[in-house]
């Protein structure tokens, strides 16, 4: 999850089960959160902060060309990790204003092969993020 802080998206919460398992949530923390992405850049997460746009990836290594972002690899590069299925959305407040992105990646099936996210799951996510901008101390924006 990105939080809005200025012109950039800072890590405010970071969970992957398979890299604690190889290097520890500390670790994990400290290599996804290394830098706070700028807003200016053509990332997915930029993307849907300032369109206020859900994308939902197949695989986020094959973006299509005319897109208008990209997958910040370097979180990749940084934690030895390949990201294929992304869910990404925005985080609203009560009053409707954008304060940070909601970005789920590589869904599993019962056998633990990642696997795109569906339209049902999108729905679900939607609606669990809709239902974080009623929570007492969500950002006023």
């Known amino acids: 999850m990105y939080v809005r802080r200025g012109e950039s998206l800072e890590f405010a919460a970071v969970q992957n089960d398979l890299l604690a398992r190889r290097v520890g949530e500390d670790e994990v923390r400290r290599r996804v959160g290394a830098r706070p992405l700028p807003l200016g850049e053509n990332s997915i997460a930029s993307y849907v902060l300032l369109t206020r746009s859900t994308v939902n ?4 290594y094959e973006i299509p060309v005319d897109r208008p972002y990209t997958l910040f690899r370097e979180v990749d590069r940084n934690t030895d990790y390949r ?3 992304m869910l ?3 985080l ?3 009053g409707g204003h954008v304060f940070g992105v909601l970005q789920l ?3 599993l ?3 633990g092969a990642v696997r795109a996210f569906s339209l049902d799951e999108q729905r679900v996510v939607q609606e669990l993020a809709a239902q974080t901008a ?3 101390g969500v950002s006023a924006g």
């Not at 990836?57 to 986020?60: N, S, V």
Request: hydrophobic fraction near 35%; charge should be positive; charged fraction near 30%.
């Open 92 to 94: 609203r407040n009560v």
């Open 57 to 60: 990836l197949r695989d986020a």
């Open 83 to 85: 990201t294929r299925s």
């Open 109 to 111: 099936d019962g056998r």
């Open 88 to 90: 990404a959305m925005p």
């Open 134 to 136: 009623r929570l007492p």
């Open 105 to 107: 990646i590589n869904a």
